[in-house]
Structure formats: C-alpha cells, structure tokens
C-alpha cells in the first residue's frame, strides 16, 4: 500500500508553487500514488447579476477562463508524470477553504502548499491560507519553503 495514495498540490503558478509541485509529484512518485493539481481562481465572479443575458456572459467568461488555466496547469508536468496518474482541477473560492473541500472530496491524503516569497516562520504559520488548510484539513499537510535565489 503506497505511502501516499494521493497527493493533492495547491499552484498558484508563483516560484513557490513551482517548489511544491516538485515536492508533491516527487512523494506521488516514491509513494505509488496519484497526484493532484489545484489551482483555485479566487473571487470570480464579483459581480452583480441583473439579467440572464449578463448571467450568460459571466458564465462564458468563467468557463473560458477555466479552460485557459486547465492548459496552464497540463503544461506544467510532462505527459508521462507520476505514470499518467495526475489529474487536474480548477476550484473557484476563497483559497484555503476551496484546498481544504479539494482535498476531502479527492481523498488526498497530503496537501502540499508552497511558501510564499519572503515569508518568515511566524507569517507563514499565521498566513490566511496556510492556516485554514493546516488547520482543517483531515490529512498531513505540508508546506515547503520558497525556493533560494
């Protein structure tokens, strides 16, 4: 029984995610599991709906906006990647409650976040994000430092 069955990674497309994402595909890969890759578009949409006409518009604008992330996030592993066992997800929603729902309803069994730029020990632990998932998510979470220039 792997280690990890499944390893669900939180990309923002920053440095820092670029680092957990490699962390996250290297323990999917040692463990035998499936990988996950998350991306959550925050606060979309914010705005007020007063016509089907601009509930379609709105609706049309998301799903392409969706479609053009679920290409970013195919490109950032090769096709072969943790043996084709990766699957990718876009959430919409406040980020540290939209990973913690990712990774309950994908099974994870580690969440891996990446630090933000500059973040010191006392910030990062009190991050908004970071706490909510370390917090409530019911499995090991791990959150890997920036990368070093």
Known sequence: MPLFRRVLVAVDFSPSSDVALAQARVLAEVSGGDLVVLHVLEGFPRQTVYSAGRAAQLIGRFEGRVDALDRQ?????????????????????????????????????????????????????????????????????????????
């Open 73 to 149: 996030l195919r490109a950032l592993l090769p096709a072969n990647a943790v043996d084709g066992r990766v699957e990718y997800v876009t959430a919409s929603g406040v980020a540290g409650d939209a990973i913690v729902a990712a990774a309950a309803e994908h099974g994870a069994d580690l969440v891996v976040l990446g630090a933000s730029q500059g973040a010191r020990l006392d910030r990062l632990v009190s991050g908004s994000t970071v706490k909510t998932v370390v917090r409530n998510a019911g499995c090991a979470v791990l959150v890997t430092p920036p990368p070093s220039d």
